[in-house]
């Protein structure tokens, strides 16, 4: 998400979309405790606390619950999945306050993501953790809304057309898949081609989004993009699965004279590695072979890649395109998404959807960008 910028700063949605995940099991088996449903259901509004009763009031009466006294200062950041405010405090420096999507994640999930990062922050890998305040938890909550309280860290985004650059991050990139790897998440899910392509596919047609005159169309093609993405997980083979940032964009990387910051975990899960890079790639095919080049001189010094996992980016990024449109839908119900993203379901954006899938169909049966 890319949440804790300075004033001012404001997180833009990337452009090509993305997945995420990690473990030591196979790619494609599903583990998850998030019983229920999808872990990014739509949250239950006769059951768990609205974003709606989150005034500003709230936040600072959560705030002042855990002993932080907020001087009035209240900037909300451009977050939508969670909600993320910058504080001002009467002693000290600003906070960073975040408040979890209701019915989202279980409390053992995002404990577990606080707690990969904290081993992070242990290794002197440039992460920003949850705080842990006077009664030693990173997890709170008031008024049945769960939060977290971050320190306040600025930065810019990384030049990702710089080869030092890439470098750089692929090294820190390295140490997290590193760390991810000694052990696996036991209460967050693993990405796999079920629930994050024929789930979000189901989800759509189930709840009528696409209309009527693509709906042939629309489910065709994502018929065939599904059986792609099925045909390069066949040809990448057993891949190592491990505890991944899962969203590691650039939006999520604060770059200072002192090189990168990760930031925003909220997404971690299992997955393969490649995963938290092929987001940073981007232009024509001979601009993302340099950039995968430049990122892995980086991360090899630390983690070795397994060039069978380039048989998946494009599968990835095909499963990203159709999660990303139901995850849209099933926020539509929060007041906030609307606003920020008006031009979904329209009809220009559905017959955009399925041109970017016949693309995806055709990129899926291209050769690797390397051989492997």
């Known amino acids: 998400m890319g949440w804790l910028l300075d004033a001012g700063q404001c997180k833009a949605l990337p452009d090509r979309i993305l997945v995420s995940q990690s473990s030591i099991n196979h790619f494609q088996n599903d583990r998850t405790d998030q019983s229920d449903g999808p872990y990014n259901d739509r949250m239950n509004t006769l059951e768990s606390p609205s974003f709606a009763y989150l005034t500003p009031d709230t936040v600072l009466d959560a705030l002042d619950s855990v002993g932080l006294r907020g001087d009035g200062r209240l900037l909300a950041l451009n977050s939508y999945e969670n909600r993320v405010y910058q504080l001002g405090m009467e002693d000290g420096p600003?906070?960073?306050?975040?408040?979890?999507?209701?019915?989202?994640?279980?409390?053992?999930?995002?404990?577990?993501?606080?707690?990969?990062?904290?081993?992070?922050?242990e290794r002197e890998i440039p992460v920003v953790p949850a705080t842990a305040l006077a009664d030693g938890k990173t997890l709170h909550a008031y008024d049945g809304i769960r939060f977290a309280v971050f320190a306040k860290h600025g930065g810019r985004a990384p030049e990702l057309e710089d080869r030092v650059t890439l470098e750089w991050m692929g090294r820190f990139i390295g140490r997290i898949h590193a760390v991810g790897a000694i052990e696996a998440f036991q209460h967050r899910p693993t990405l796999n081609i079920r629930s994050f392509g024929e789930e979000p596919r189901d989800y759509l047609l189930r709840h009528e989004f696409i209309p009527l005159d693509l709906l042939s169309a629309y489910t065709s093609v994502a018929a065939q993009a599904l059986e792609g993405v099925q045909r390069c997980f066949e040809r990448a083979g057993e891949v190592l699965t491990l505890r991944l940032h899962g969203d590691c964009?650039?939006?999520?990387?604060l770059w200072t004279d002192d090189g990168p910051h990760f930031v925003d975990f909220d997404d971690s899960?299992?997955?393969?590695?490649?995963?938290?890079?092929w987001m940073l790639l981007s232009g024509d095919r001979t601009d993302m072979v340099r950039q995968l080049s430049d990122l892995l001189s980086g991360y090899e010094d630390f983690f070795d890649f397994n060039p069978r996992e380039l048989h998946l980016i494009e599968a990835l990024r095909t499963l990203r395109l159709?999660?990303?449109?139901?995850?849209?839908?099933?926020?539509?119900?929060d007041p906030a998404f609307p606003v920020a993203f008006p031009w979904f379901n329209t009809q220009r954006y559905w017959q955009d959807r399925i041109l970017e899938l016949r693309e995806?169909?055709?990129?899926?049966?291209?050769?690797p960008l390397w051989p492997a």
Do not use: C
Request: hydrophobic content about 50%.
């Open 94 to 121: 600003p906070l960073i306050a975040k408040f979890y999507r209701p019915a989202r994640w279980s409390d053992a999930a995002i404990l577990e993501e606080h707690a990969f990062v904290h081993t992070l922050v």
């Open 249 to 253: 964009h650039s939006g999520n990387v």
């Open 269 to 277: 899960r299992m997955g393969p590695a490649v995963q938290d890079l």
């Open 322 to 333: 159709i999660h990303y449109s139901a995850w849209l839908a099933r926020r539509w119900d």
């Open 360 to 367: 995806q169909v055709a990129l899926m049966d291209e050769p």
